[in-house]
């Protein structure tokens, strides 16, 4: 199984300032058709897990584009150019390259 | 309205199974494959497995092997996952989630959650 790690795995923010999350994958994620699945979701306490990205850098719909993803291979990024109070909550890579499908360990988003 | 509705809380004992469903309105249900992922109390979450848009093929994680079955029925537009001799550590909130048949990952539409609770 392909091995998914974020780091860090607590990240204090101030409001408004930027902020970055990253991830790497114990094999490439580059698929035979030459995509890259690696996707970045959202969880808020109590709530199912939002998409925020997907394909490394694809916005999901409705996502506001101060969230970006970045990267190839095995190490992505995902940035959040000015932290709204509203970001709180636990982010987690996963990659869909290959079955089985796994996640990171989640990053907890607080706000300092 | 475009959503998935998941059943309500189900509380089992120890060696017994569970099916979970997934109710999907607003689209059609194989025009997009399904993943199930589950979360422990406190904890990540867990890919369980995923059932193709086009053909029904299934894969599963190697964790839930021979306990684990996703299926589909059309005709209630209604997906199921069945978890088998439960545990108490199979104790968790149990997701559904509509995946793109073309853009893997691409899990836009959650169901709100199943609690599924394994206490003897």
């Known amino acids: 199984d392909i091995v998914m790690t974020q780091t860090p795995l607590s990240s204090p923010v101030t409001l408004g300032q930027p902020t970055s999350i990253s991830c790497r994958s114990s094999?490439?994620?580059?698929?035979?058709?030459?995509?890259?699945?690696l996707s970045w979701l959202h969880q808020r306490p109590g709530q199912p897990p939002r998409l925020l990205i997907y394909?490394?850098?694809s916005r999901s719909s409705g996502v506001p584009d101060r969230f970006s993803g970045s990267g190839s291979g095995t190490d992505f990024t995902l940035k959040i150019s000015r932290v709204e109070a509203e970001d709180v909550g636990v982010y987690y890579c996963?990659?869909?390259?290959?079955?089985?499908?796994?996640f990171g360990q989640g990053t907890k988003l607080e706000i300092k | 309205q475009v959503q998935l509705v998941q059943s309500e809380i189900e509380v089992k004992k120890p060696g017994a199974s569970v099916k979970v469903s997934c109710k999907a309105s607003?689209?059609?249900?194989?025009?997009?494959?399904m993943t199930w992922v589950r979360q422990a109390p406190g904890q990540g979450l867990e890919w369980m497995g995923w059932?193709?848009?086009?053909?029904?093929?299934?894969n599963y994680a190697q964790n839930f092997q021979g306990r684990v079955t996703v299926t589909t029925d059309t005709s209630t537009s209604t997906a199921y996952m069945e978890l088998r001799s439960l545990r108490s550590d199979d104790t968790a909130v149990y997701y559904c989630?509509?995946?793109?048949?073309?853009?893997?990952?691409?899990?836009?539409?959650w169901g709100q959650g199943t609690p599924v609770i394994v206490s003897s």
């Open positions: 996963m990659q869909a390259t290959e079955f089985p499908q796994t």
């Open positions: 394909k490394i850098s």
């Open positions: 607003g689209y059609i249900l194989n025009n997009y494959a």
């Open positions: 059932i193709s848009a086009y053909n029904g093929h299934t």
């Open positions: 094999q490439s994620l580059v698929h035979r058709d030459g995509k890259t699945y």
């Open positions: 989630a509509r995946e793109s048949p073309y853009d893997y990952g691409r899990v836009t539409l």
